[in-house]
């Protein structure tokens, strides 16, 4: 069992897994020195220590925000094999096998779904000139996210591979599909608000914003077009319109 002062030390430390990210191991220095102070305590012998840090010494990588409930699954299965409970030889096909999964899924609902949302919302608080609430969305996010953070490393502690059905039981994918139409509709609103003067009430030109932009989804959805290149072309557009009109 690990001690409180290791389990808060690893916890701490999942902050900082991309501080020493490399080309060729990702975030393989990373996730050592986010695992260093529990496998110390695990393995007080040299040789069980030098061949715990040596399963963790090669590419690893995965999503930062879901990297403490990975930590905390492999700290769980690390103390099932120092008490001779599991095979060391799981530690590594599990290790490779979760990474991926948990990086696809944090890029879905995270990077690809609540950091849009998070800076559309901030850019039209600021365009309305409500700073102070821009500011109060920022501090929530980030008391929401460290209260996420520790809860799911915890629950990785203690549950290991049975916290990925909690996990699956949440059904991020299809939430990122219904928050990413919130997203469109945050979008739709920004182009209104940086709408050049004068155009904020030609409704015909509205409507076809509106129906460009389903179209953009349609075609990112159906036809797997890109989606920068699609919104490079937009900005474009608006910027030409706003210059020449």
């Not at 995965?62 to 492999?74: D, Q, R, V, Y």
């Not at 591979?161 to 990413?180: E, F, H, P, S, T």
């Not at 890109?226 to 706003?242: E, H, I, P, Q």
């Amino acid at each position: 069992m690990l001690s409180t002062r290791a389990t808060c030390s690893c916890l701490l430390r999942t902050w900082f897994v991309n501080a020493a990210n490399s080309t060729r191991g990702m975030q393989e220095i990373g996730l050592l020195f986010v695992l260093e102070p529990g496998l110390r305590e695990l393995y007080p012998e040299e040789e069980r220590l030098a061949a715990a840090l040596g399963r963790y010494a090669e590419h690893a990588n995965t999503h930062p925000f879901l990297l403490p409930l990975f930590a905390g699954m492999l700290l769980s299965l690390e103390e099932q094999a120092a008490a001779g409970l599991l095979p060391e030889s799981l530690l590594k096909t599990f290790k490779n096998a979760t990474a991926p999964t948990l990086s696809a899924l944090g890029d879905a609902f995270f990077s690809g779904t609540l950091l849009p949302m998070w800076a559309i919302g901030t850019t039209l608080l600021i365009l309305q000139g409500w700073t102070t609430a821009a500011l109060a969305l920022a501090a929530l996010a980030v008391c929401a996210l460290t209260a996420f953070r520790a809860a799911i490393f915890f629950l990785g502690l203690r549950q290991n591979m049975r916290a990925l059905q909690w996990l699956r039981r949440l059904d991020l994918v299809n939430w990122a599909g219904r928050l990413k139409s919130v997203n469109a509709v945050l979008l739709a609103v920004l182009f209104w608000r940086l709408l050049p003067p004068g155009l904020e009430t030609a409704w015909p030109l509205l409507l076809t914003g509106a129906a460009l932009l389903a179209g953009a989804a349609w075609g990112v959805g159906r036809l797997q077009l890109s989606r920068l290149a699609l919104f490079t072309a937009a900005l474009l557009t608006l910027m030409l319109t706003g210059r020449f009109l």
